[in-house]
């Protein structure tokens, strides 16, 4: 993996990375000896590391038996106990095998991460039939999102597949001791994963929360957390600042936000990396944006938004930089043809690979935003495999720890989701919620 700054770095005062190393330094030994705000959850740090062989069979092996026993898995689970597998499983799927007559891998399929009753009407009426299970996520195992959509789901499994059956392919993840999910767990004597005390859920996705639903999907979770163990001693402590990729990044998005530039756009030429984008929006916008401070993170598909969105990045209000994503090569090879007719004008393409022009736009694009005024970084991977996705989580993970502790924030809470939650739960009169009920129906 590859970072590049040169376009970013253009826009800052000459040296000025270089010379905010002491102040990166420091946020990094915060991280690593555990002194900063919010360090009882900072269990992600050298998590790649400590994964074991025999963790990883145990995933693998529980994977095996949905796998063989289901032809459609729902994962049930809302923010950092969904986004994660979702981003990885769509980066690795086959954009279109899921419409494949002949299924290889279970039909991965996403709920608890809304409360859209269409949505699981539509759900509940596509697994009719179906041999489905489902992967019950939740750390608090009391998320309402989650819970009602496992209340149904688990319903539905019953009543289709037997209770025996049910209890083979209804796994949990969730805490060790504490929630509904786990109650439930351990009542109906589900196989169930503990999400470890010390990782948030953002940070959770090398835990089972992740490693399930991917291994489940048919991907190599061995390689995702090679991938993410190297990256981890490529952004180790010892590594000098001007080689630390996670410190560069962290650095680099704190100038410029100094200077500025209140939001980054992630940028994929890729669509089957939309999910890791959300993935790391969530990973940015909870950990950064708290106390009236923090980076609003967004992101786009190009060239698809190029389209859309691509006037207001090169016109519009100059607040904004980008951080393009960038895959070396295709797993795939499309070239295109040449035409006799040439009706379409396209033959000066012919011969060259789409990813070529795709190249072409990324390039052309990078040159007019910087011109336009917007500073870019490029993360560029080799290729799209498991391995490599390994490495981008975990540079991103410490990238977020080392940025939050630079802008002065605790990277690891998360105290402004709850205020809907709150007033969500008095309004369905919650037990346990009647003051807060008296006093919203007050304000209506
Ligand atoms: O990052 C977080 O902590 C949140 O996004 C949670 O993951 C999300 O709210 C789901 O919580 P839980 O896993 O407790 O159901």
Known sequence: M???????????????????????????????????????????????????????????????????NC???????????YLGARAVIEALSDSFGWLHEKQENPIMIYAGNNIGEDYLAELTAYLKNKKFGVINISKSGTTTETALAFRLLKKQCEDQRGKEMARKVIVAVTDAKKGAARVTADKEGYKSFIIPDNVGGRFSVLTPVGLLPI??????????????????????????????????????????????????????????????????????????????????????????????MGQWIQEGERTIFETVISVEKPNKYVEVPADEENLDGLNFLAGKRVD????????????????????NLRVSIPELNEYYIGQLIYFFEKACGISGYLLGVNPFNQPGVEAYKKNMFALLNKPGYEEESKAIQARL
């Open 2 to 68: 590859k970072l590049n700054i040169a376009k970013a770095e253009q826009f800052l005062k000459e040296g000025a990375v270089a010379a905010y190393e002491p102040q990166v330094k420091a946020a990094m030994e915060t991280l690593e000896q555990g002194t900063g705000a919010g360090n009882d959850f900072l269990g992600w740090l050298h998590l790649p590391s400590s994964i074991s062989a025999e963790h990883l069979a145990d995933l693998k092996a529980t994977a095996q038996v949905l796998r063989e």
């Open 71 to 81: 032809e459609v898995v729902i994962v049930a689970g809302i923010g950092g106990s």
């Open 215 to 308: 291994a489940t999907a048919g991907f190599d979770i061995e390689q995702l957390v090679a991938g993410a163990c190297q990256m981890e001693k490529d952004t180790a402590i010892g590594v000098p600042y001007a080689e630390n990729l996670s410190a560069q990044y962290a650095a680099v998005r704190n100038l410029l936000y100094a200077d500025g530039k209140k939001m980054e756009i992630l940028v994929n030429y890729q669509p089957k990396l939309h999910y890791m984008m959300e993935w790391w929006k969530q990973l940015y916008g909870e950990s950064e944006g708290k106390d009236g401070k923090g980076i609003f993170p967004a992101s786009v598909d190009f060239s698809t938004d190029l389209h859309s």
């Open 356 to 375: 070529e022009v795709n190249k072409m736009a990324e390039l052309g694009t990078q040159l007019a935003h910087v011109d336009g005024g917007v500073p």
